[in-house]
Structure formats: C-alpha cells, structure tokens
T-cell receptor, first 111, second 112 residues
C-alpha cells in the first residue's frame, strides 16, 4: 500500500508565502496530486506532478522529487480565501486512475 | 460547467436500514469513485468503477456495495447501516487518462 504524510495544521500570514510538505512511500509511483478543500465543500484539483521539478500555476506551485518521495505545495501572496485543507494524493501504476490521499493539512491564513 | 451531483446533502438513517447514495456525472467519464471522509483519517476509497457494470474494491469496502448500470450513474449501497458508517460520502469521476478527479458536493450521512 501507500503511506502518505503531511502536517496536520499550519498557520500563515496574509501576503506571505507558505510551503506545505508531503512525503510518501509507494511502489509503482505514477503521479502526485494536490487538492484544495474549503470547509463544507468538495475537494478541487490544484496540481499534478509526475516528473521531478516544479510546476507553477499562478500563485500556486508544486514540486516533486521522486527519489526522495517528497513533494511540496507552495502558496504565494497568501489571501484569506486560501484558508482551507490541502490534500496530497498519490497514484500508482496499474491502479487505473484511483488515488490514495493523505489526511490533509489545514491551513489557516491570518491577518 | 462540468457537474457531479449527489442525491442528498444530508441523510439520517437508523441502524439496520438499507441506504442508497446516488451519484450522477454529466462529463461522460468512464471512471467513478466513492470515498468517505472522516476527521483525522482523510479521504478513503470505498469502491471504484472503470466502466458500466465494472467495479473494484478500494481500501475500505467492508459493509458497502456498489452498482453501475449506466455510465453516468454510480450508486453506493449500505446493506445494513451501522453507526460506524456515519460519515461524509464523496463521489468523484474522471476520464481514464485524465489527471483530475471531479468531486460531488458530498452526502453527510448520520446513522442513529
């Protein structure tokens, strides 16, 4: 199976930068995903990495190191609306498109 | 606007009842998924389906079954509801090669 670890909670200041880490142990790695989930709402897709390196999408970037089993989500110019849970998920080969999710990191953005 | 809809936002059932949770997607996706989400445990996969009439067990299938008679509809069935099945249930769909799973709004099920 897969083992995915991410911090339970983080707090950051509006306008700042925050990095949310995710480590995983799996065989047959075939992609790492980040989802955002606001309280009481469904998760929404943020990013996908399958090769090593950084993927940038506006204020959000995601990094992957397959050799280290490590990813991070970087949020810049934090806004109050970024307060949400951030879910790391892993896909493996032969598993179709099914994902295994971490328990999520609850980010609180303060003034 | 792509959509995944679930039959109820909130549902209250009694122990031992048979419960049906319905999910419908309008994106012609082959893949559909049922998860439950619990505090501290995150999203856990119950069952998924690659195509009509096909189903595979996820990580926590015990106490659940599924049905996929039409491509757009994926049903989760609790044969005899128990209190430990009180949870938020989320349905999702994706295309086979797509990177994104699209989630429905969720059904918060309470079993008394």
């Amino acid at each position: 199976g897969q083992n995915i670890d991410q911090p339970t909670e983080m707090t950051a200041t509006e306008g700042a930068i925050v990095q949310i880490n995710c480590t995983y142990q799996t065989s047959g790695f075939n992609g790492l995903f980040w989802y955002q989930q606001h309280a009481g709402e469904a998760p929404t897709f943020l990013s996908y990495n399958v090769l090593d390196g950084l993927e940038e999408k506006g204020r959000f970037s995601s990094f992957l190191s397959r050799s280290k089993g490590y990813s991070y989500l970087l949020l810049k110019e934090l806004q109050m609306k970024d307060s949400a849970s951030y879910l790391c998920a892993v896909r493996v080969t032969g598993g179709g498109n099914k994902l295994t999710f971490g328990t999520g990191t609850q980010l609180k953005v303060e003034l | 606007d792509v959509k995944v809809t679930q039959s109820s936002r909130y549902l209250v059932k009694r122990t031992g009842e048979k419960v049906f949770l319905e999910c419908v997607q309008d994106m012609d996706h082959e893949n559909m998924f049922w998860y439950r989400q619990d505090p501290g445990l995150g999203l856990r996969l119950i069952y998924f389906s690659y195509d009509v009439k096909m189903k595979e067990k996820g990580d926590i299938p015990e106490g659940y079954s599924v049905s996929r008679e039409k491509k757009e509809r994926f049903s989760l069935i609790l044969e005899s509801a128990s209190t430990n099945q009180t949870s938020m249930y989320l349905c999702a769909s994706s295309s086979p090669m797509g990177h994104e799973q699209f989630f429905g709004p969720g059904t918060r099920l309470t079993v008394l």
